[in-house]
């Protein structure tokens, strides 16, 4: 039985255990008469002697501490390491759908106090290395981390550019730093995750006859550089100077129109990961606007030039080699098969398919104006088609 002793004068108790008797097997000899039995006189009675038992009884449990009271010896610290890691390799692989959070926080905790108690309370010497906990646990608290709050999914703001040539579409993939995205004037607009935007380019040229002299005597200035050039087919000054002047005109020329379709209710929006805290969207006078998850849209931009020389003055800008071939034509005397020739290949230039480009590029912040299809979200889909209504080949009149 254990006993309680009472310890000084605040009357402290505490329990102090018996000592465990291990029982071993003996036999005794004795040899009593029937007159000391009768008297009782055990002083009499000779001393029992132990008699070692040929088959002494062994304990098959393992040696543990004298008392339960008492702590067993603590787990070592790679074993330790080594069961962590197994129990989140375990976690991991777990399906999302599982409780598999609850479990990750819980192990968390668990590797968060491994840290603290292989973590040093204080440094005895100022010359003493202050030792860091394994790198293991670091390793374990981030893979943990991310099974509790996995990270934001990527998202990306894409707008298209329609005129002449094509297509552009632009992307930008959005991070922390991004603070507000401004989208105005824009049509077919779609604005958060698991979304789908099927947009539709339609394109058709005017049936006019095109001149060349009418396209290169515009304006005064471009007559001035076209003389210029024509003296000197390489001077490089000139052709910049027309190459300005050519884009200027087409920009006036071209005009365009878009009618927008959208296929599908706007649903309740959830924006993941689409700005950082504090961040906000602002959207000024959309046309064709979704804004939800899981959405279809589908748009058709039509796209109409009015004066065909346009898409002349738009090539010749961004054909150098062109304009040389102008000006060496121009600075000879005019020959019908050199006319023919020129007029066919300008004629290749203003009937060249449309076509779809992408530019890539990330910034802080961004601004939208007059876009055709606008997409603002994670895991968003986007397809551009172009339908071209080219159906003619014609030559150019080189000369009036």
């Known amino acids: 039985m254990p006993r309680i002793e009472e310890m000084g004068m605040s009357r402290s108790w505490f329990i102090v255990p018996a000592a465990r008797q291990v029982p071993k097997a003996v036999a005794h000899e004795q040899t009593v008469t029937p007159e000391q039995a009768l008297r009782g006189r055990s002083s009499e009675i000779p001393r029992l002697k132990p008699v070692e038992s040929a088959h002494p009884v062994e304990s098959t449990r393992p040696v543990e501490s004298a008392h339960p009271l008492v702590p067993s010896p603590p787990e070592p610290l790679a074993a330790r390491i080594e069961r962590l890691t197994a129990a989140v390799e375990e976690v991991e692989r777990r399906p999302p759908a599982t409780h598999r959070t609850a479990r990750a926080q819980r192990l968390l905790a668990e590797v968060e106090s491994l840290v603290e108690e292989v973590r040093p309370k204080r440094q005895w010497r100022a010359f003493e290395p202050v030792a860091k906990p394994p790198a293991e646990l670091a390793d374990l608290r981030q893979r943990l981390e991310a099974v509790i709050a996995p990270p934001a999914p990527e998202a990306k703001l894409t707008a298209g550019r329609q005129d002449a040539d094509g297509v552009t579409v632009e992307e930008t993939v959005l991070d922390g730093r991004t603070r507000k995205v401004e989208i105005d004037g824009s049509f077919g607009v779609v604005v958060g995750d698991d979304n789908r935007q099927n947009n539709h380019f339609h394109y058709e040229v005017a049936d006019r006859p095109v001149s060349l002299p009418e396209v290169l005597t515009a304006t005064p200035a471009l007559e001035r550089a076209l003389a210029n050039l024509i003296e000197d087919p390489g001077n490089a000054r000139a052709a910049r100077t027309m190459k300005t002047l050519l884009e200027q005109q087409a920009d006036t020329l071209l005009s365009g129109k878009s009618a927008i379709t959208t296929t599908s209710e706007p649903k309740r ?128 009149a080189v000369r009036d």
């Open 269 to 396: 929006a959830r924006l993941t990961g689409v700005l950082g805290p504090g961040g906000e969207i602002v959207l000024t006078r959309p046309q064709g606007l979704v804004v939800g998850r899981g959405n279809v849209q589908n748009n058709h931009f039509h796209f109409r030039v009015e004066e065909p020389k346009a898409l002349l003055a738009r090539a010749l800008a961004q054909n150098a080699g062109a304009l040389k071939r102008i000006a060496e034509t121009y600075g000879k005397p005019g020959t019908r098969g050199a006319d023919r020739d020129l007029g066919a290949m300008l004629a290749t230039l203003i009937t060249a398919k449309p076509q779809v480009k992408q530019v890539i590029g990330s910034a802080p912040a961004r601004r939208v104006r007059n876009a055709t299809g606008v997409t603002l979200g994670a895991r968003n889909i986007r397809t551009d088609t172009i339908h071209p209504r080219l159906r003619y080949t014609r030559r150019v």
